[in-house]
């Protein structure tokens, strides 16, 4: 049974989904695709839009979740994964887990029966990169041909824009400072999809590189989940990397501000960008479900 781990693991249907997304977020489908089916949601971190955007999705498709906190869970007192993944494949269609460890869910999926969507680990967040292709194509007609300049480090979702923007023929740039670059196995994989697709992938620590002919300026918070240690040193390193309005002013004319949210204003981005005209981060949140349903729809439809 296939899984949504990664965005390596929907290579060839990243078209297709988001095509389907389209589809559904204008009405276009059949009444209740996923009547009778059940989504177990296990949380290992907080979420807003994830959870929420999960949970409504799947009443929308006629189907129902379950919210699992791991503190709740077996799981979280030391059941084994592969027996958590074993047994709740007896009872539901789908998994969905936000883990701390990219391993974990791997581990998951390799035990567990039904499919298992990643909603966010330490190393990926495919669904979220899924919703801001769906906002990047709404906003602009289409996503070939545009360039993305993520500011910030090499995380969750960083990596998975590296992984899709060649995929829908994309450029991207990551803007970091040093010692914050993406993993090296995330940035050889894009940069092979870049090759596939006559694409660009830069990773520098020049902003002013990194904002060369850009149409979509994207940040993520400074700190993520789990590096809560780090806080006071990477606020001291990204300093320089803010989005502002000056830094804004590089991005081509028409260039959209984009953040998977939770931002904190006055850190990676200040309040006149992000509550500013070029924001569209909160189209992007709502186009979390819209493009979760695909991937429901795409995953759980027997
Ligand atoms: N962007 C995102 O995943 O938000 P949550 O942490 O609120 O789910
Ligand atoms: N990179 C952030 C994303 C939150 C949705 C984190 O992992 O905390």
């Not at 040093?178 to 870049?194: F, M, Q, W």
Request: aromatic share 6%; charged share 25%; glycine share 6%.
């Amino acid at each position: 049974m296939s899984s949504l781990l990664s965005i390596t693991d929907i290579k060839d249907d990243v078209k297709d989904i988001l095509e389907l997304a389209v589809k559904i977020k204008s009405g276009d489908v059949e009444d209740k695709p996923l009547d009778g089916k059940t989504l177990a949601m296990i949380f290992q971190k907080s979420s807003t839009r994830t959870r929420v955007s999960f949970d409504v999705g799947m009443y929308q498709l006629g189907g129902r979740a379950i919210f699992l906190s791991s503190n709740d869970l077996q799981m979280g007192r030391g059941e084994p994964i592969k027996d958590t993944a074993k047994v709740l494949s007896r009872f539901v269609d789908g998994i969905m887990i936000r883990a701390i460890k990219h391993s974990d869910v791997e581990e998951l999926a390799k035990y567990s029966d039904v499919p298992v969507i990643n909603g966010l680990t330490d190393l990926e967040h495919p669904c979220q990169a899924l919703a801001d292709a769906l906002t990047i194509k709404e906003h602009f007609g289409q996503c070939e041909g545009k360039k993305i300049c993520f500011v910030g480090d090499g995380n969750n979702v960083s990596n998975s824009l590296l992984l899709i923007a060649p995929l829908l023929k994309m450029d991207i740039s990551i803007a970091c400072p040093k010692g914050y670059e993406p993993r090296e196995d995330i940035v050889k994989t894009s940069l092979e999809y870049a090759s596939e697709n006559n694409t660009e992938v830069t990773i520098t620590d020049d902003i002013g590189v990194a904002l060369q002919n850009v149409d979509v300026v994207y940040t993520d918070v400074w700190v993520s989940m789990g590096d809560e240690a780090e806080q006071k040193q990477r606020e001291l390193d990204f300093a320089p990397f803010q989005v502002n309005s000056d830094l804004m002013s590089l991005a081509n004319d028409g260039a959209i501000f984009m953040h998977c949210l939770p931002a904190i204003r006055g850190q990676e981005v200040t309040s006149e960008v992000i509550d500013g005209e070029q924001s569209v981060v909160y189209d992007e949140a709502e186009n979390r479900m819209h493009a979760q349903k695909a991937v429901l729809y795409y995953y759980l439809k027997a």
